[in-house]
Nanobody, 119 residues
Framework: QVQLVESGGGLVQPGGSLRLSCAAS????????MGWYRQAPGKQRELVAA????????DYDDSVKGRFTISSHNVANTMYLQMNALKPEDPAVYYC????????????WGQGTQVTVSS
């Protein structure tokens, strides 16, 4: 079972930037498509960005397209989410897991990292 650890969240003003990191216990980024999910209070968890194994292709939800960039570093077993131009609707707990192109998440989720956008 893979372990996923998210980090990098915090408090930022509207229009600000954050870079989230996802560390995996083994090299999964060359095997599976992976994604960043977020869950806001009272809402379902949603996939906002995904990257294919090997980092060849990316895909984004319309709500973050043009503002967020997903990337992976296969050697370091790490995935990133660069979030720019953060909006008041972006606050949530952000998680990484397998996802995109029909891939089903691993049953085990990390603790997530909280992103707060406030002036």
């Amino acid at each position: 079972q893979v372990q996923l650890v998210e980090s990098g969240g915090g408090l930022v003003q509207p229009g600000g930037s954050l870079r989230l990191s996802c560390a995996a216990s083994r090299n999964i980024f060359q095997i599976y498509p992976m994604g960043w999910y977020r869950q806001a209070p009272g809402k379902q968890r949603e996939l906002v960005a995904a990257i294919t194994s090997g980092g060849i292709r990316t895909d984004y939800d319309d709500s973050v397209k043009g503002r967020f960039t997903i990337s992976s570093h296969n050697v370091a077993n790490t995935m990133y989410l660069q979030m720019n131009a953060l909006k008041p609707e972006d606050p949530a707990v952000y998680y990484c897991n397998r996802g995109g192109w029909g891939a089903i998440p691993f049953s085990s989720w990390g603790q997530g990292t909280q992103v707060t956008v406030s002036s």
